[in-house]
């Protein structure tokens, strides 16, 4: 990989920044970005890239700085390389994502009047449950592959259900979420495949979003009631939902996944959530911290103005690297290292700010359950083969996690 860093500032922006011709797009830093990521934070506090023409901040302090100002960095641009001021999305912008207040304010509030504390605890007996099952299941089996046997079975059975959806077409999911992160990036080769192969999924998910169609009972249903109530036309209660169904699974698939690869990896931290099952909570944290499912976001400036004293242009992209600020060692003390133990609490995995991840209740309660289970019913995680990676324009996760599992019980 070319990490080169000159001094030559481009035309278009002023003053002098480090230009880097690095492609955080491309499939070798994808596989490693941690080098790339360490290049750009001791390259400057904003750094050029070149080969988009876009701003980047990979350290702690800029990443915050630019999640905690959304009214000068705006998302309703667009959070991916494309401008919506310029180019038309490839699908009507999210209503909760793709807007900045009052108008995301409002949506928020839709769906924040539903997803509170309270559901989520309601939720856990059936949430653990569910968990305990699969994982018991898995032991058994011994060989497995962490990502179809559980990383992807579990979110695919748990959230589903829970949203209301039908059961025939689940398989829709996965592929449509990985369309909607894949065409965040630039339009390369992997931005076209998920495109193509997203494609087929969207009637499906077109269909599942209309109001009246997912199961009364579920959460789908009750977001359709509580944005009817709040004046949503049908289109946009369709359009609430589908968030839903964008970001809810390939994320909990991936943190669930790397969690698994994470423990395999390191038997310390294994024994240490064996040792007090009530440390999954905290394992998944530190995991979203470790492996951030979701790498990047852009922001849009939405006039000139400045970040750590560099003059940034009306209309410029900031690519920001969620998963360089949440190992910048400027924050984190030996920040390569998984600990479970560490407070992994202020990591911008999930954002931070207003549009800080509106599923992250949800998000944490997957992971929590899946890893109690696996504390409570797994003696042994081991490594057995080489995990793939999924290649993704904005998540990280894996295709393929061989592992041994050993039952408590035997
Ligand atoms: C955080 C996120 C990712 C992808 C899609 C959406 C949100 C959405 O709101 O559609």
Excluded at 87 to 94: A, H, T
């Amino acid at each position: 990989m070319n990490n080169k860093v000159s001094t030559t500032a481009p035309p278009e922006i002023s003053g002098s920044i480090p230009c880097l011709d690095l492609d955080p797009f491309s499939d070798e830093f994808l596989i490693n970005p941690y080098e790339g990521h360490a290049t750009m934070r001791v390259a400057g506090p904003v750094v050029w890239l070149e080969r988009y023409g876009v701003f980047a901040v990979a350290r702690y302090a800029e990443v915050s700085a630019v999640l905690s100002d959304h009214s000068t960095f705006v998302s309703s641009r667009g959070v991916g390389l494309s401008d919506f001021a310029k180019d038309k999305p490839w699908r009507p912008p999210s209503l909760l994502l793709e807007a900045d207040p009052p108008e995301h304010t409002e949506a928020r509030a839709v769906v924040s009047k539903i997803l509170n504390p309270k559901l989520l605890r309601s939720m856990k007996e059936e949430f653990q449950a569910q968990a305990d099952a699969v994982v018991a299941e898995v032991a058994a089996k011994g060989e497995i592959d962490g990502v179809k046997d559980l990383a992807e079975r579990y979110p695919l059975q748990v959230f589903p259900d829970w949203v209301g959806l039908d059961r025939d077409g689940r398989e829709n999911l996965l592929p449509y979420g990985s369309m909607v992160f894949n065409t965040f990036g630039p339009v390369n080769e992997l931005y076209s495949m998920a495109l193509e192969r997203g494609s087929a999924a969207v009637p499906w998910i077109t269909e599942q979003c209309q109001p009246g169609r997912p199961d009364p009972d579920g959460f789908g249903a009750q977001i359709h009631r509580e944005a009817a109530a709040a004046g949503y036309s049908e289109d946009d209660q369709a359009r609430l939902l589908r968030s839903f169904l964008s970001a809810g699974v390939d994320t909990t698939v991936h943190g669930i996944g790397s969690a698994m690869q994470a423990l395999a990896e390191h038997p310390a931290q294994f024994e240490a959530l064996k040792a007090d099952p009530k440390k999954a909570r905290a394992a998944f944290e530190e995991t979203i911290r470790y492996a951030s499912p979701v790498q990047t976001f852009f922001r849009t400036a939405n006039g000139d103005t400045e970040i750590a004293g560099v003059a940034i242009p009306e209309g410029s992209k900031i690519l920001m690297f969620l998963a360089s600020a949440n190992r910048d060692p400027r924050q984190w003390e030996e920040p390569n290292s998984f600990d479970i133990t560490r407070r992994a609490g202020g990591h911008v995995g999930f954002g931070f700010g207003v549009h800080a991840c509106l599923g992250q209740m949800l998000a944490r309660l997957e992971g929590e359950c899946v890893l109690n289970a696996l504390a409570r019913l797994v003696k042994k995680i081991e490594p057995a083969g080489e995990a793939k990676i999924q290649l993704n324009n904005t998540l990280r996760g894996l295709d393929y996690l061989p592992l041994r599992l050993t039952p408590s019980t035997s």
